[in-house]
Structures are given as structure tokens and as C-alpha cells.
């Protein structure tokens, strides 16, 4: 797995230097350089406002499994992922980034504060141990009279986070889903929930306690909040 990090770094460099690209064989890169003040005017996402939502906390620990709890996967993930948006130039705001337990209406409130553009909640999933892989979920039909007002948007987005977070995440396709959650149809803009693995396979669980596979869980998402925002001719989704 180590070996997607570089890759995903190169990914993130070449998004902002894509005319130099063309020209210049590719070369090793880090993270710091993508840091230097002339290509701040040129992130691909400069301008988004993007809320990342970890799923529960506190006492509601979500799933439990393989000695994992989902609520803390989940902030590592969603602290992760908001680092490489904010490399991408986007602002990104966190629900929580400490252990403890929000309600459903504060976590939409968070997308309303903040005049957000999209909202991203991060989970990880329990089922029966063959169960793997990635699944992710968007809101079109209504509950008590409820819906998101923007399914075609939020199944695009979910769409987009799939396909990257299980090719550049390499996690099965266990597609993208509707269902009328709390945070999905009370959100006023478009809104997923992402899967990301299962805490009750042992091969997801493993990765799930990697830092290299957290990270380059992250780094999909990101680049999959990327290609949505983007022209369809400029989505990045994997180079090798
Ligand atoms: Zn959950």
C-alpha cells in the first residue's frame, strides 16, 4: 500500500502543473511542494466550502469490531481527508475533531454555519465478515415529507468517491446507494455518506489500522470531492 502515497502525491502536483506535465518527464515529488505560493491561485478547489462529518463519538462508539471502534477510524479518516482538500485549496470545516458524541442537528447545522457547498459524512461499516469493501450513499426519496433537494447532485458526488476510493483506494465496488438518512435528507446541499470498508472483515480491518491505507482512503476521497467539482475532461482518477 505504500506505494499508492507516492502515486497519490503525484496526482495531487500534476492537478495544479498539468501544462508542465506535457512537457516534463515525471519527477519524485513531496508534499511540501505543493505548498508554494504561485500555484495558490490555480487549486483545483480554491473557493469550496466543504463540511466533513465523522460519524458518531463520545458514547456512541458506531461499530465495533476486530478491536477497532468505528467512531475513532472515522475521525482519523476525516482529519486525513480534510488536510488533502485543504491542499487542494478548499476550505473544510469538521463537525467534531475530537471524541464526542453530536447530535444529527448539529452535524446538518455545520453545513448551514458554514454556507457550505457540499457535506461529506465518513462512517465505516459492520455486516457479516465476508462483507467488504466500499459502499456509499446519497438522498432522493422522501421521509415525513423530506428529501435532499439536490439527489441528481449528491448521487454524482457519491458516484465520483466510489469509483475513487475503490480504485485509488483498492476496495471492492459495493455501489452507490439511496437512503433517506438524517444527515443526507436534512442537508439543503449535496450531501453523501460514505462506507468506506467493513470493521468486521479482517482484510478491511487491517487496512483500517494502517496509517498508510487510512491515508490513502483520505487521498481518494479528496480526489474523488475533485473529479465531481471538475470538468468531466480534467477528472483525474488514476495514473500508473
Ligand atoms: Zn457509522
Redesign the pocket.
Known amino acids: 500500500m505504500k506505494r499508492f502515497i507516492p502515486v497519490l502525491l503525484l496526482i495531487f502536483v500534476l492537478i495544479g502543473c498539468s501544462n508542465q506535465y506535457e512537457k516534463e518527464p515525471l519527477k519524485k515529488v513531496t508534499f511540501h511542494n505543493i505548498h508554494t505560493p504561485t500555484m495558490s491561485s490555480t487549486l483545483p478547489l480554491n473557493g469550496k466550502r466543504i463540511v466533513i462529518d465523522p ?2 463519538g463520545g458514547i456512541d462508539a ?2 465495533v469490531a476486530n478491536n477497532l471502534y ?2 475513532d477510524v ?1 475521525l482519523t479518516i476525516s482529519k486525513y481527508t480534510k488536510k488533502y482538500l485543504e491542499t487542494l485549496g478548499a476550505k473544510v470545516y469538521l463537525t467534531r475533531d475530537s471524541d464526542k458524541a453530536l447530535t444529527y442537528e448539529y452535524r446538518v447545522k455545520t453545513s448551514i454555519y458554514y454556507n457550505a457547498d457540499i457535506f461529506i459524512s465518513i ?4 455486516d457479516v465478515p465476508s462483507s467488504n469493501g466500499t459502499e456509499v450513499y446519497y438522498n432522493e426519496f422522501p421521509y415525513m415529507g423530506e428529501n435532499n433537494p439536490f439527489p441528481s447532485e449528491s448521487k454524482q458526488l457519491a458516484k465520483a468517491i466510489h469509483d475513487s476510493l475503490t480504485m485509488l483506494g483498492n476496495l471492492k465496488q459495493m455501489g452507490v446507494k439511496e437512503n433517506n438518512y438524517f444527515v443526507l435528507r436534512k442537508n439543503s446541499i449535496p450531501s453523501v455518506l460514505v ?1 468506506v470498508a467493513f470493521l468486521t472483515n479482517i482484510d478491511n480491518a487491517n487496512r483500517l489500522k494502517n496509517p498508510d491505507d487510512l491515508q490513502a482512503f483520505a487521498s481518494a476521497i479528496a480526489i474523488g470531492i475533485q473529479n465531481y467539482f471538475l470538468p468531466k475532461e480534467s477528472e483525474v482518477f488514476l495514473i500508473q
Open positions: 460519524g458518531h458506531g461499530a468505528e467512531k472515522n462512517h465505516n461499516n459492520s462506507e
